[in-house]
């Protein structure tokens, strides 16, 4: 199992980025998919959530109605679009399947 996480970066306040999350070794379309994020000296928390065909979704309540996860099943790859970014979003970015964890992508929300 493979998991590539691409497209942190640094931000302004408000601005956006759209994470990937490209996957291999397993059979992606039919298994759901998260990501989870880490800011320093915090535990890594929970974002969002899609089903295997990308038709449900949730989100933790600090992402709600700015973040939205999606994905592509021909190309065996999850999305994390992220809007009106604020500084307490700065973390690294994990996909994650099951017990796979990706090596995470840096997303800095500068004031």
């Known amino acids: 199992v493979q998991l590539v996480e691409a497209g942190g970066g640094v931000v302004q306040a408000g601005g956006s980025l759209r994470l990937s999350c490209a996957a291999s070794?397993?059979?992606?379309?039919?298994?759901?998919m998260s990501w989870y994020r880490q800011a320093p000296g915090k535990e890594r928390e929970f974002v969002a959530v899609?089903?295997?065909?990308?038709?449900?979704?949730y989100y933790a309540d600090p992402v709600k109605g700015r973040f939205t996860i999606s994905r592509d099943n021909a190309k065996n790859t999850m999305y994390l679009q992220m809007n009106s970014l604020k500084p307490e979003d700065t973390a690294v970015y994990y996909c994650?399947?099951?017990?796979?964890w990706g090596q995470g992508t840096q997303v800095t929300v500068s004031s």
């Open positions: 994650n399947w099951r017990t796979y």
């Open positions: 070794g397993f059979d992606f379309s039919s298994n759901g």
């Open positions: 899609v089903n295997n065909f990308g038709s449900a979704t």
